[in-house]
C-alpha cells in the first residue's frame, strides 16, 4: 500500500511538471506569434550612376547617391554616350539605409542580393554563360558629416543566368532579359550607421573582361536584415533559457554523482546534450551590441552543428541501451558505425562553412557558388553530408525496429519472470515508447510549423490580432527543444528516494544473476528514474 501510495505521488509529480512544460512551450510560440515583429526585413535599394572621370578609381573618394556631397550623376547609359562618358567612368553607388534613416547592432547581420536590369540590343547581345567582372567597395561612417572609412574591397565574378521570352529581333530591342538574383554581399554585423557601397564595372575588350554581357540599364539591390524587435525578444529568451537549464544540468548531475556506481554511457550523453543546449543558449549575441564582431554568424552555425551531432547520437546511443540483449554497449566504441556517419556528415558541413563564411570574415562580397570549383567543392561537402544523413537514418530505422521487436519478445514473457526482473523490463519498454512519443512530436512539430512558415505570408490575421508565424517558428521551436532536453534530464535522473523495505532484494525475489542483469542500466535497484518508477505502479499494486 505504501509503494502504491508513493508512486501515485511519482505520477502526480510528473504530470504536473508535463503540465509545466506544455504551458511554456504554448508561450514560447506565443511570445514569437504575439510580442516579436517578423524576424527580418528586405530593403530594396537602387543604385544611382555616378560619374568618376579620374585616372586612379582605386584611390579616390567615395562616391555618395544624395546629400550634401553627392556625386555628379547620370541619368541613364544615353546621356553617357552622348557625353563620350566611358563605362570606365561611371560608378554604381548605393548608400544604406534610405535617406534619413539609420542602421542599428539590434539588426545583428546584413544580406544583398543582386538584380540587374539588362536590355536586349542587337549589336550587344548577352552571350551564352556570360559572367559579369564587379569591381566593388564598402565602406561606414557613424556621423553624416565623417570620412567613410573602408571596409572591404574585391573584384568579383558572377555567372549571369538570364533568358529573354522574345525573339531576337529589332523589335524586341529595349525589352529586358529576366535574370536570376546574384548573390552580392554578407556582413555578420551592423555596428555602424551608415554603410556606403560603390560598384565599378570594369571593361578590357583585350582580356574579354565585361565583354558580352548585354547592356546594363540599372543595377538593383535587395537588403536584407533582422528586426531589431526580434532581436530583443530573441535576446530575452535566450537570457531567460540559459540558467534554466545550467539549473537542470547541476541538479542531474548531482543526482548521478551521489549514486555508488560509475554514472554509465546514456547519462553521460544526456548529460552532453544539455552541455551542447547551454551553448546554444548562452547570450553572446548581447556583446554584439557593442562590439564589432562579424564572426557571430560562423559562430552560431557551429553552436548549432554541435547540437544535433549531440541530439543525433543520444538517439542512436539511447535506443542502443534498450536493446534488451545480452550485449555490452555501455562505451561509445560500441556505437562507431551509427556515430561515424554522424562525424563524417558535421565535418563536411564544418569545411563548407568555412569555406563560405569563413572567407566571407575577410571578404564579404566572396560567395563559394560563383565559381564552377567553388560550385563543385560545395556540392561535393553537401552531397557526402547527405550520404552521411541517409546512413544514420537508416542506422537508425534498424535499431528502432530491433528495440520493438526486443519488446514484443519480452512482453509476451513478462508474467513468467520473477517481480525483480519484470520490473526491470517494465521500465526500459515504458521510457523507450514514453522518449519516442515526445521525439516524434518534437520532430513532428518542427517540420510542421517549417512548411507553414514557408507557405505562408508570414502573418495571420484573426480580427484585430495579427500573428507573426514564422517569429513564432523560431521562438516556439527553439523554446521546444530547450524543453525536450530540460525533461530529458529532469525524467532520466537518477532517484535517490528510499522506498521501503520492498525493495530488498529478497522481497523482490532477485537472485544473483537478475541483481547483476539490474545493474547494466541505469534503472536499477539503486537508483531508478522517475519514468522507471511509473511502470512499476501497477506491478506493486
Not at 508513493?6 to 514560447?28: D, F, H, P, W, Y
Not at 550634401?68 to 547609359?77: G, S, Y
Request: glycine share 6%; hydrophobic share 45%; aromatic share 14%.
Amino acid at each position: 500500500m505504501a509503494g502504491a501510495i508513493i508512486e501515485n505521488m511519482s505520477t502526480r509529480k510528473l504530470c504536473i511538471v508535463g503540465g509545466i512544460l506544455l504551458v511554456l512551450q504554448v508561450i514560447a510560440f506565443l511570445v514569437g506569434g504575439l510580442i516579436a515583429p517578423s524576424p527580418t526585413t528586405a530593403v530594396p535599394y537602387m543604385s544611382v550612376k555616378c560619374i568618376d572621370v579620374r585616372k586612379n578609381h582605386h584611390k579616390t573618394k567615395w562616391l555618395m547617391p544624395w546629400g550634401p556631397n553627392h556625386c555628379k550623376k547620370l541619368k541613364d547609359f544615353d546621356e553617357a554616350v552622348s557625353r563620350q562618358i566611358e563605362a570606365n567612368d561611371i560608378v554604381f553607388a548605393v548608400h544604406i539605409p534610405l535617406p534619413s534613416k539609420e542602421m542599428s547592432p539590434w539588426f545583428q547581420f546584413m544580406l544583398f542580393i543582386m538584380q540587374l536590369d539588362i536590355a536586349f540590343k542587337m549589336d550587344n547581345d548577352l552571350k551564352e554563360n556570360a559572367e559579369i567582372t564587379l569591381d566593388v567597395s564598402l565602406a561606414y561612417r557613424d556621423d553624416m558629416f565623417d570620412d567613410w572609412e573602408e571596409i572591404a574591397h574585391a573584384i568579383e565574378i558572377r555567372k549571369l543566368k538570364c533568358t529573354f521570352g522574345s525573339p531576337k529581333t529589332v523589335e524586341s530591342e529595349g525589352r529586358h532579359y529576366d535574370c536570376d538574383f546574384l548573390p552580392f554581399m554578407e556582413i555578420g554585423s551592423v555596428a555602424h550607421k551608415y554603410y556606403l557601397i560603390n560598384i565599378r564595372l570594369p571593361v578590357n575588350d583585350r582580356k574579354g573582361i565585361n565583354v558580352g554581357i548585354g547592356e546594363i540599364k540599372d543595377i538593383r539591390l535587395v537588403g536584407i536584415h533582422q528586426n531589431g524587435g526580434f532581436t530583443k525578444v530573441w535576446f530575452a529568451m535566450k537570457t531567460f533559457l540559459t540558467p534554466s537549464i545550467l539549473i537542470i544540468m547541476v541538479w542531474y548531475w548531482r543526482r548521478i554523482t551521489l549514486m555508488t556506481r560509475a554514472p554509465v554511457l546514456l547519462e553521460k550523453v544526456i548529460f552532453a546534450l544539455g552541455i551542447s543546449m547551454t551553448f546554444i543558449n548562452i547570450p553572446v549575441e548581447w556583446f554584439s551590441i557593442g562590439f564589432d564582431w562579424t564572426w557571430m554568424l560562423l559562430f552560431g552555425d557551429i553552436r548549432q552543428g554541435i547540437f544535433y551531432a549531440m541530439l543525433l547520437s543520444f538517439w542512436i546511443i539511447f535506443c542502443g541501451e534498450h536493446m534488451m540483449d545480452q550485449n555490452e554497449r555501455n562505451r561509445l566504441s560500441g556505437y562507431w558505425k551509427q556515430v561515424g556517419p554522424i562525424a563524417v556528415g558535421s565535418f563536411c558541413l564544418f569545411i563548407f562553412d568555412m569555406c563560405e563564411r569563413g572567407v566571407q570574415l575577410k571578404n564579404p562580397f566572396y560567395s563559394i557558388w560563383t565559381t564552377e570549383v567553388g560550385t563543385e567543392l560545395a556540392m561535393a561537402f553537401i552531397i557526402v553530408a547527405g550520404i552521411c544523413l541517409c546512413l544514420y537514418f537508416l542506422f537508425l530505422c534498424f535499431m528502432v525496429f530491433q528495440v520493438f521487436r526486443n519488446i514484443s519478445g519480452k512482453q509476451s514473457s513478462l508474467p513468467a519472470m520473477s517481480k525483480a526482473r519484470r520490473l526491470h523490463y517494465e521500465g526500459l519498454i515504458f521510457r523507450f515508447k514514453f522518449l519516442m512519443l515526445i521525439t516524434l512530436a518534437c520532430a513532428a512539430m518542427t517540420v510542421i510549423f517549417f512548411i507553414v512558415s514557408q507557405v505562408t505570408e508570414g502573418h495571420w490575421k484573426w480580427g484585430d490580432m495579427t500573428i507573426q508565424v514564422n517569429s513564432a517558428f523560431f521562438t516556439g521551436i527553439y523554446g521546444m527543444w530547450n524543453l525536450y532536453v530540460f525533461a530529458l534530464m529532469f525524467l532520466y535522473a537518477p532517484s535517490h528516494k528510499n522506498y521501503g523495505d520492498d525493495q530488498s532484494n529478497g522481497d523482490l525475489g532477485v537472485n544473483s544473476g537478475e541483481e547483476l542483469q539490474l545493474t547494466t542500466t541505469i534503472t536499477h535497484v539503486d537508483g531508478p528514474t522517475e519514468v522507471y518508477k511509473l511502470a512499476r505502479k501497477e506491478a506493486q499494486e
